[in-house]
């Protein structure tokens, strides 16, 4: 399997979702393989450092941020890193950042709870292998994990059957050139943010990219199509006890309506969110090219999860298809709730090969359709606890 085919899969098949056909009922989508290609940067994200707890908005909770630093990775590993965690840790999350060219992730993580991220292949089917290429082992760990092109992400921890706690942790991170699928020698910076309070009632910002699409722009953002859908996805994220908070609306350059569904196409539209705040960026384009014979994209998520409180990287964004809603707010909303549960770390109920998330009350297979994060033409819009807790560790939410 060439390097680019894996890279494809990897991305494509976990956060890009496809609308096969538009009915009454509330559809969804299924994640499959298409081409994709390495992103170039154009900047660097800006450094956010710590926050602090006087931050505005009364009842924000506040991350911390570790710096490890610039890591020197050899043909394609770093050496182990170490990182302490306080004894009133709740949750955190790894971010690499490097050359868009080199996808990157967690190799391997232990800490005082055990292995959270295994480098360990015995346990991978012939179809995970194809698809996941050489980070399948990562995403059957007991902390599911991905790579991504140029920024990675990982959230910790991701499902029930994981707990964190204070003390050492010992890591290693991997990056290989998308180009040829070889181990990349070189730096990424690696930073650790966490929080040390549980949040259960929480918001979330929203900026919404208009490129014209659907005759989408700040002049018409109170038309039906949109308010509506804004409306739908606020109802949506409240089952898991996350409102919406402020939203905001940004004309940009019309040639970001077409887009396909590389990486090279989409990064670069979502640097556009530098300087426009922390929250779920989406950019609503007109469609995707290159899509499936039969099929249509309804939107790709930039992570997954997303980088947190990093606006303006190549992984800053979701993209939203307005073609695949058809004028209805409805379908449109359900897309926009199910890429941005990607970009908050949700995976998919049931993926593609088979494999269940590790979530004990998402039902696997068809049972699971009647959740937001099922993977096919029909599903519904449910979130379960398990799904709210992952949704509420990521530190884009802020509690109310």
């Known amino acids: 399997m060439s390097s680019r085919a894996w890279t494809s899969a990897l991305l494509l098949f976990l956060a890009a979702c496809e609308e096969e056909r538009l009915t009454d009922d509330p559809p969804e989508d299924a994640s499959v393989p298409i081409e994709d290609a390495a992103v170039e940067d154009a900047a660097e994200p800006p450094d956010v450092g710590a926050l602090d707890a006087s931050e505005p908005d009364g009842g924000f909770v506040p991350s911390t941020r570790i710096e490890l630093g610039s890591v020197t990775l050899s043909n394609g590993v770093s050496d182990e890193l170490a990182f302490e ?27 005082p709870t055990g292995l959270l991220v295994s480098d ?31 920024v990675a992400s990982a959230l910790f921890p991701n499902n029930p059957s994981v707990n964190v706690s ?15 699928g070889n181990g990349f020698s070189g730096n990424a910076a690696v930073a650790i943010d966490y929080k ?21 722009t700040t002049d018409t953002a109170t038309a039906a199509l949109l308010t509506g859908a804004l409306a739908r996805l606020a109802e949506i994220y ?24 590389t990486a090279a196409s989409l990064g670069p539209m979502f640097q556009l969110s530098l300087g426009n705040g922390p929250g779920l960026h989406y950019f609503l384009v007109d469609r995707f090219v290159g899509s499936i014979p039969g099929g249509m994209v309804g939107g790709i998520a930039g992570g997954l999860p997303g980088p ?23 379908v449109l909303a359900h897309v926009m709730a199910h890429e941005g549960g990607h970009w ?13 998330d590790q979530l004990d009350d998402t039902p696997a297979g068809q049972a699971g359709q009647t959740f937001l994060m099922y993977p096919a033409v029909g599903g519904g819009q449910s979130i379960s606890t398990s799904q709210a807790d992952v949704m509420l560790r990521h530190l884009e939410v802020v509690a109310k």
Do not use: C, W
């Open 85 to 111: 965690l306080p004894a009133d840790v709740t949750t955190f999350t790894v971010v690499i950042q490097g050359p868009v060219e080199v996808m990157f992730g967690v190799a391997r993580l232990d800490g």
């Open 344 to 356: 908050l770390g949700l995976f998919h109920t049931s993926e593609i090969t088979g494999t269940a």
């Open 238 to 261: 409240a089952q898991a006890n996350i409102e919406l908070g402020s939203v905001s609306f940004h004309d940009i350059d019309p040639s970001f309506a077409t887009r396909d569904v």
């Open 120 to 150: 360990d292949a015995s346990n991978i089917s012939l179809l995970e292998s194809y698809l996941l290429g050489p980070f399948a082992a990562q995403f059957k760990s007991p902390n599911r994990v991905t790579g991504k092109e140029g």
């Open 308 to 330: 947190p409180l990093r606006p303006g990287t190549v992984s800053s964004g979701v993209a939203v298809a307005v073609t695949a809603a058809n004028g209805d707010a409805r």
């Open 166 to 180: 204070g003390g050492t942790y010992h890591m290693k991170v991997r990056g290989l050139q998308v180009a040829n």
């Open 196 to 216: 040390s309070s549980v949040t259960a009632h929480a918001s979330i910002d929203v900026h919404v990219y208009l490129t014209g699409a659907g005759g989408l």
